[in-house]
């Protein structure tokens, strides 16, 4: 089983809707949680992070987090053509893994 | 503020060679990651820095992979006797400790031929 489970998609949504992304990840006592953004050809941007359970909102992102299910999402409001890319989920262990990404397509 | 530099941006050598990747991070850093990422992959870890010493290094593949940061702060990549499977985007992150967010550099793109 690997230390984070992602949807590799592709997930395309239209522009304007709300993007939902998810991540599953295997170890009770990972501490700290990521999200990145990252665009074909350049190195992984941090979206996100999140430490506790619940919702953690910055802009059009929110992030939430859910221990007792291990799951980690995040939710991309008023999605722009701008946020199609490769999305990242990050766990750490104590050792950071990441998940193989989820590619985000928003239409036009 | 300066982020987290790479370099070379692209490498190109021949299998059986010797590399050298280099990594400045942020100023002030002192948890500092090395990565591979493949194409279509995620990244890879390979070794974790805090400070100068390797707090974990059970990311590198085989003895061919070390890395040093003798300093605290650049740290230097190596791979001995190059193959074309090590062919892939070798990235750099830096954060503030272990616990934290993590920065990454543009990746320096190895190829192996």
């Known amino acids: 089983q690997k230390e984070v489970e992602q949807n590799s998609g592709p997930l395309s949504v239209p522009e304007g809707a709300i993007a939902s992304l998810n991540c599953t990840y295997s170890?009770?006592?990972?501490?700290?949680f990521f999200w990145y953004r990252q665009y074909s050809g350049k190195s992984p941007e941090l979206i996100m992070f999140?430490?506790?359970?619940g919702d953690k909102e910055d802009g059009r992102f929110t992030a939430q987090l859910n221990k007792a299910s291990q799951y980690v999402s995040l939710l991309i409001r008023d999605s722009q053509p701008s946020d199609s890319a490769t999305y990242l989920c990050?766990?750490?262990?104590?050792?950071?893994?990441f998940g193989t990404g989820t590619s985000l397509t928003v239409i036009p | 503020g300066a982020g987290v530099s790479q370099t070379p941006s692209n490498k190109v050598t021949e299998k059986g060679k010797y590399v050298e990747l280099r990594c400045d991070p942020i100023?002030?850093?002192?948890?500092l990651y090395w990565y591979r990422q493949s194409l279509g992959q995620g990244p890879e870890f390979l070794i974790y820095?805090?400070?100068?010493?390797?707090?974990?290094d059970s990311g590198l593949p085989n003895d061919r992979f070390f890395a040093v940061r003798p300093e605290g702060s650049v740290s230097t990549l190596k791979i001995q006797r190059t193959e074309r499977g090590d062919s892939a985007v070798y990235l750099c992150?830096?954060?503030?400790?272990?616990?934290?967010?993590?920065?990454f550099g543009p990746g320096t793109r190895l190829t192996v031929l």
């Open positions: 992150a830096s954060g503030r400790d272990s616990r934290n967010e993590q920065f």
């Open positions: 170890d009770r006592g990972s501490q700290s």
């Open positions: 999140i430490y506790s359970n």
């Open positions: 990050a766990v750490n262990t104590g050792q950071f893994y």
């Open positions: 100023s002030g850093h002192t948890a």
């Open positions: 820095f805090q400070g100068t010493g390797a707090a974990d």
